[in-house]
């Protein structure tokens, strides 16, 4: 089982500032395989980034994720109120994880 | 619209069993392979079970293996996971997930949660 290990835990932030979120990979995963998600309390997650680096439909391009390996990342550019929220990233070997998550608040 | 929606949770003593259902519209069901994704209170989330399209192929996580079934039915657009043995550990919010042609979750469901309590 591949173990996806997000860092940090909490981002406390402004909007306007900009921020990376890590995904670590406990052994190397296929990059079409990396997504990332973003889930607001009380709602279902919403897919962002599938493949490492391409956004969904409707994913503004503040978001972008790179990386490849054992190593990913999820740019945020300028934090927007809506951006406050859980991300988790998630790779589809099977057995698929997820990541812990990194929630993103405001300062 | 594109949509998933379950239904079937609820609260169930340890040991117990429940069905759960996801009926799915606004996009062609039979040609998707299919997910359950489960969600503790304030925890993150965790991947439970997938199956194939056509329902031949299926997958567990380990947790669940022996006690959940996952299947379908393509004719009436509906996603099941039938759970049986159910401990405190099953509590969670449990969503339906549609797979993309590009392997990620794309489409989820509103979540229905299933509480173990005696």
């Known amino acids: 089982e591949i173990v996806l290990t997000q860092s940090p835990g909490t981002l406390s932030l402004s909007p306007g500032e900009g921020t990376t979120l890590s995904c670590r990979a406990s052994q190397s995963v296929i990059s079409s395989y990396l997504a990332w998600y973003q889930q607001k309390p009380g709602q279902a997650p919403r897919l962002l980034i599938y493949g490492t680096s391409s956004r969904a439909a409707g994913i503004p391009d503040r978001f972008s994720g790179s990386g490849s390996g054992t190593d990913f990342t999820l740019t945020i550019s300028r934090l927007e109120p809506e951006d406050f929220a859980v991300y988790y990233c998630?790779?589809?070997?099977?057995?698929?994880?997820f990541g812990g998550g990194t929630k993103v608040e405001i300062k | 619209e594109v949509q998933l929606v379950e239904s079937g949770g609820g609260l169930v003593q340890p040991g117990g069993s429940l069905r759960l259902s996801c009926a799915a519209s606004g996009f062609t069901f039979s040609a998707h392979w299919m997910h359950w994704v489960r969600q503790a209170p304030g925890k993150g989330l965790v991947w439970v079970s997938r199956i194939r399209n056509d329902g031949s192929s299926t997958s567990y996580a380990d947790s669940v293996k022996g006690r959940f079934t996952i299947s379908r039915d393509n004719a009436k657009n509906t996603l099941y996971l039938q759970m049986n043995s159910l401990r405190a550990e099953d509590t969670a919010v449990y969503y339906c997930v549609r797979v993309s042609w590009y392997n990620a979750f794309d489409i989820w469901g509103q979540g229905t949660m299933v509480t173990v309590s005696s």
């Open positions: 998630q790779q589809y070997s099977t057995p698929l994880t």
